[in-house]
C-alpha cells in the first residue's frame, strides 16, 4: 500500500474539506505517520475516514475531527496540555509535537504502555504517561494551557474547565448518541467562559462520565 498517497488524499480529500486550512496543523498531519499508532491489524485503513477500535470498547477520531481538535486548540510551543484518554497514542504524539509538554492519562494500563512504546519510537519525549480515572480531569498538575478530551461526556461539568489557566483552551465532545457537539471552550475570566460550537460527532463516552438523570413515569 502506497501510505503518502493515501496520506495525501487524507489531508487534501477528507482535513481540508472540512475547513481545517492551518498549515502547520496540515503539516504535522503529514509528518506524524497515523499508520504507526492504530492497531496492526487496522494499519491499512488508517488513514480512512473511518474511527478504528482500539480495544475495551474504544475507538478512534476519524481524521478529520483529530485534525479539527488540534487546530481549534490553538497550540504554543509553550503550552502545558492536558490529554484525557491516551488511546493508541497517536493524538498524544500531535498535541507533543505542538506544545511544550504533554500530561496524558488512560484509565486502562495497555493502552499507557503501548503509546510509551510508540511514542519513544517517534522519539517524543516531552510527554507525561499516567494510568488512571480523569474523568474529572487530572487537577494534581492543573492548570493547562489546554485540554483535549477524547471521549464523550453525556454531561459536561466545570471539572475540566476549572482546570484551565487563563485564556486556556479546552476541547470536548458533548452529549448522547447518536447526535454530540464538538465544543472550544476558553477561559476569558476567574469565572467566566466562553463556548464555541464546532461540529456534530458521535464518540463513545468516558469511562465513569456523568449522565443526565432519565425520569420515567
Given at each position: 500500500m502506497d501510505f503518502e498517497k493515501a496520506r495525501y488524499n487524507m489531508i487534501e480529500q477528507q482535513v481540508r474539506t472540512w475547513e481545517v486550512l492551518d498549515q502547520d496543523v496540515l503539516d504535522l498531519l503529514a509528518a506524524v505517520h497515523r499508520e504507526d499508532f492504530v492497531p496492526e491489524a487496522?494499519?491499512?485503513?488508517?488513514?480512512?475516514?473511518v474511527s478504528i477500535p482500539i480495544g475495551?470498547?474504544?475507538v478512534t477520531m476519524t481524521p478529520k475531527a483529530e485534525a479539527r481538535l488540534l487546530q481549534s486548540l490553538l497550540l504554543q510551543?509553550?503550552?502545558?496540555?492536558?490529554?484525557v484518554g491516551t488511546g493508541c497514542g497517536y493524538l498524544t504524539a500531535l498535541l507533543a509535537r505542538?506544545?511544550?509538554?504533554?500530561?496524558?492519562?488512560?484509565i486502562y494500563d495497555d493502552f499507557t504502555h503501548a503509546a510509551a512504546r510508540k511514542l519513544s519510537e517517534h522519539q517524543i519525549n516531552n510527554v507525561q504517561l499516567e494510568t488512571g480515572d480523569?474523568?474529572?480531569?487530572?487537577?494534581?498538575?492543573?492548570s493547562y494551557d489546554a485540554i483535549a478530551v477524547t471521549g464523550s461526556v453525556p454531561v459536561l461539568t466545570e471539572a475540566f474547565q476549572s482546570q484551565l489557566a487563563p485564556g486556556g483552551r479546552l476541547f470536548v465532545i458533548v452529549g448522547e448518541s447518536p447526535v454530540m457537539e464538538a465544543r472550544l471552550i476558553t477561559r476569558i475570566g476567574e469565572q467566566e467562559w466562553s463556548s464555541e460550537s464546532l461540529f456534530e460527532t458521535d464518540l463513545p463516552p468516558l469511562v465513569g462520565a456523568p449522565r443526565q438523570e432519565h425520569f420515567t413515569l
Open positions: 487496522y494499519r491499512r485503513v488508517a488513514l480512512a475516514d475495551h470498547d474504544e510551543p509553550t503550552d502545558k496540555v492536558l490529554e505542538s506544545a511544550q509538554s504533554v500530561v496524558s492519562i488512560d480523569a474523568v474529572n480531569g487530572w487537577p494534581a498538575q492543573a
